[in-house]
């Protein structure tokens, strides 16, 4: 080694211990990251399937689960609404499994597996993530066992309180199957469960921060103790608990939105969190309704056309149901919505979720570039709305559009595949 190499050394070496020193203050661990291959082997044995199965031991779906203690793994609670039973496997490997924990509230439930060896993950304290920082995921999504994928923390989202971290938001790619598998740092500890992603926007992904998983068998007591003292009934999934109108904490409701164009499928699950008053909590306190089904407030578009109206109030709800036709002036970020709603008609439609009796409303209009309004074309849509769960059970919009016009086509389908009764 000549001068000129030793020297860069040195300032390498000296730029290292400064970064210690001051990650050291910080609470940080300063560590090389792994390089990815090294970091799937080492994470990948704690990553399993769950498969879940109804009574008659068909097969419902599945998601993921993460390892985080002897015999213990974690996963969401909505991987388990409506199972009757369920497995954790990897490759040709499977065991049976039973819920511990449910903390409903959190979508975390945590298993119990006997005579189980696979590895623990370590944890990452979430006061020391950051923005921008590198992070993997894995998981199983869409039936691919133990997919790997990176990206890095594109935000970190406070909750009401604007202080304690309640999601980590995260470009590292995920879908469903995802729910209940891990996010990483470089070192490969655990920084999250990994729960739900948004379809119309690129790359919104979130996971549960991982700080809260030792909380899960204390929450989950105390909300069996108070749901027992109150007298309701708590099955082993945390549900039903105390009701408000069709409404109970831990319930889910399921739909399909399909782009009728290229004919891509995505479910959409809506959790219940809880129940304050008369406003029914989803997903994390992202969107809010009331027992009419008028919604509150929605920050994300999760059921895509059908919310662009829905973040103001609804296409058609329990509480203007009366009225025969109104107008619907909806404004988004880059284009409003100019349409006239007109009752059809009583009708009986079968959506996967059952037979139900609807009233159907018409809509019909323009949608117009926003705020310059340089452009439009034609819009309409159809609800066909269920008095008695007070909830749209399937809505269907479509806009030609056009390449002049500058506004994308539009031409698709949202329907109720099952909800918790």
Known sequence: ??????????????????????????????????????????????????????????????????????????????????????????????????LAYADVERDLCQIQVKNFTAPAVEMAATANLRVGQKVYAIGNPRGLEITFSDGMISGLRKGEDDKTVVRVQTTAPISPGSSGGGLFDGQGRLVGITTSMFRDSQNLNFAIPADWLSEVPARAKEALAKRSAGGNRVAATGQPGPRQGNYFPGQMWTYLVVDRTTNLRQPVELRVDRIDGDSIVFNGGRRVENPSGRVVRAQDRLLSELDAVNVIGGWIHGENVAARSWSVDAAMESYRLDLKGVYSGDSKITTPAGQFDVQVFRFSGYRISHPRALASTAYEAVAWFAPSINRIVKFSASSPGANMSGIARIDEEVILERYDR
């Open 1 to 98: 080694m000549n001068y000129q190499q030793f020297a860069k050394v040195r300032r390498s070496s000296v730029k290292l211990l400064g970064l210690c020193i001051s990650t050291l203050f910080s609470g940080m661990v300063c560590a090389q990251s792994m390089e990815p291959d090294k970091l799937f082997a080492k994470i990948s044995p704690s990553i399993w399937v769950v498969a879940t199965y109804d009574g008659a031991e068909k097969r419902l779906g599945q998601g993921s689960a993460v390892v985080i203690g002897p015999g213990t793994l974690i996963t969401n609670c909505h991987v388990l609404a409506k199972a009757k039973g369920f497995v954790i496997k990897q490759d040709n490997v499977l065991f049976g499994a039973s």
